[in-house]
């Protein structure tokens, strides 16, 4: 067995640790995790049993080849807030990418999951009109969209959602050969802003170039990609005629009219105010004056409805793993054994977050003593004295 130190280095991505991070942690010299990493040397086993016990991988994850992991990034992740976002977290979630690409890879040689179904849109297209484009694609018509989560899934587009360890962190997505992966931040518990993340990385999939490195883009050029994806997104969840019609229809730009609209396309006040200006319902001064006002009555973070509108979570790998699992095709533990001989050696609670799966349902198998001392209950009826 040789030690790979490709996935020491993914491991410590995946933990959001630097080098000086991991020496401290397991106390060594920040060198020799370096050597490790590069392959000029080998950690002694009590060292490797100690990087196993901090970054929380199986031993044989550090023994793999990277074969299940053949679809490194390569080019662009979109994140939302990047230029906010420290780099080491962003390459926490790219590695954290990288092994949900790799799962995904191993259930689809057991699982049909639905094919990318897109439509053909030129980079010229406007954001507006890419996203009618797309509404009409997928035969959603005109009207409030309740489940955006499941029809990406259903066509195509792999979504799941965990927890992250910065809050600056809304939403990213990546390609991996034909494939598109969108993770949403478990952070913001919010149905109505996460609904608008998932719109915007579905923005940046139909409109943007893939191939691009976004790390050289100018922060000019990164921002007007992410309005790109922003116009998209509030013309997506909330069609311009049909906006429109209820805007005028309600006669008013009071912060109640927002609340009335938010309530029907599950779209936060914020946005909502940023749809209008846009599309002209309003002036750029109307738009400054009610965003003052949401300020003012503290909606900037905790708006109404906020508790009443459900975010509905991606469940495309919960169906897989509970298809298998009811077919007999794995039990937890032999699905987890077959994971590791892929090539993705991993602890069943780390895939659990990764694929957004309830807690303890890749858990292995209770087993219970053959040698059972021969006991009963007391039978109600039973002779006293």
Known sequence: MIFNGKRLRKARYYNGLSVDDLASKIGIKKQSISQFETGKSNPSTET???????????????????EGFDNEIAGTTYFRSMFSTSKKYRQEQIVKMEHVAAI???????????????????????PQEAA?????????????????????????????????????????????????????????????????????ELGHIVLHDWYEDIEELSREEFRQREKEANQFAASFLCPEDSFNHDFHSLRGNSLDTY????????????????????????????????????????????????????????TLFKSAIELLLKENIFSTTSLMQNLENYGCAMEYSQVETLLGLPEGMLAPEKTYSSNIIPIRLQSNDQDKG
């Open 48 to 66: 490797l049993w100690a990087i196993c016990r901090e970054l929380h991988f199986p031993i044989n994850y550090f023994f793999q080849s990277d």
């Open 104 to 126: 995904y890879s191993f259930l689809s040689k057991y699982i049909v999951f639905p094919k990318i179904n897109l439509p053909q849109i030129s980079e010229c297209t406007p």
């Open 132 to 200: 009618k484009i797309l509404r009409k694609h997928w035969n959603l018509g005109n009207g409030p969209i309740c489940d955006l989560i499941q029809i990406m899934e259903r066509n195509g587009i792999i979504t799941t959602s965990f927890k992250t360890t910065s809050d600056s962190i809304d939403a990213f997505s990546h390609k991996y050969g034909d494939l598109f992966i969108v993770v949403l931040s478990q952070n913001k518990d919010v149905a109505a802003r996460s609904y608008f993340d998932a719109a915007h």
């Open 259 to 314: 609340v009335i609209l938010k309530n029907k396309w599950h779209m936060s006040i914020e946005a909502l105010l940023y749809h209008a200006n846009q599309l002209g319902a309003i002036t750029p001064a109307q738009y400054q004056y009610s965003y003052r006002a949401l300020h003012k009555k503290g909606w900037y973070r905790n708006e109404p409805y906020d508790d009443k509108i459900s975010l509905q979570p991606p």
